[in-house]
């Protein structure tokens, strides 16, 4: 159990950020597109090691929810349909302080299977 939670979560008017700011001051911008192919879902972690998946095609995805998660965490929703994630506040804190390496690595990773950010096909 963590000591830290946050005091507030507001999505942008655009749709396109959760801002969220934790009770000890720390507070984080992130990207819809980050948190949507970095979402803790089996969709994107599968179900066991080395079953990760790579989701492309989501630059302009939008949120469309933020539901509250008993007091650990919440589910958001997206506007391509997805919404299994379940952000803990611990992994909200984790990408706010390493997201801009995990999303370095998931484009280099999108890169070595030949996908993009801005097509949501998987190359042949």
């Given at each position: 159990m963590t000591d830290q939670w946050p005091t507030q979560i507001k999505v942008s008017k655009d749709r396109q950020r959760l801002a969220v700011t934790?009770?000890?001051g720390e507070a984080y911008e992130l990207s819809a597109e980050m948190l949507r192919v970095l979402s803790p879902s089996a969709e994107v972690k599968g179900h066991g090691p080395g079953q990760e998946v790579t989701v492309p095609g989501k630059r302009n995805v939008a949120i469309t929810a933020v539901t509250p998660t008993g007091n650990y965490a919440i589910r958001i929703g997206f506007d391509d349909m997805h919404d299994t994630g379940i952000f803990t506040w611990t992994y909200l804190r984790e990408l706010g302080k390493r997201g801009g390496e995990m999303f370095a690595d998931y484009e280099r990773k999108l890169t070595e299977k030949g996908m993009s950010r801005?097509?949501?096909?998987?190359?042949r």
């Open positions: 934790f009770n000890d801005d097509v949501s096909t998987k190359p």
